[in-house]
């Protein structure tokens, strides 16, 4: 299968999979890259987008934080090939965060506290 059919059937003007945009970069308003999306987190009723998990440091995946933020934080930049954050890296790490193996529980209460932290109610 050549490379356009696949971008054809993964990529519209519309939607894209999501296994494109898992490893995309996110960069803060300043330019500086952020870190990348690790993976999305969609509601089981509606279908919705509802936060990309943002990856920042460590090394082959030690040590990694991961930042929660809502989906309608993020622009896609196609300039930059990646999403765009009109934050900066200092605002995502005061935000909620979690380690690899300390996921929080996905709950009502948690995602108060990411859409508070962002005021995006």
Not at 31 to 46: A, N, T
């Amino acid at each position: 299968m050549d490379t356009t059919q696949t971008m054809n059937r993964d990529e519209t003007q519309d939607m894209i999979s999501s296994e494109k945009v898992d490893g995309t970069a996110v960069y803060g308003r300043d330019g500086e890259r952020i870190g990348s999306v690790h993976h999305l987190m969609i509601g089981k009723r509606d279908g919705k987008v509802r936060h990309a998990i943002v990856s920042y440091g460590g090394f082959l995946g030690l040590g990694e934080d991961y930042f929660p933020l809502p989906w309608n934080e993020l622009t896609y930049d196609e300039g930059r090939g990646g999403y765009v954050v009109n934050r900066d890296a200092e605002h995502l790490r005061g935000g909620p965060r979690y380690q690899r193996d300390q996921e929080p529980t996905w709950d009502r209460s948690y995602d108060d506290r990411i859409t508070g932290y962002y005021g995006t109610r």
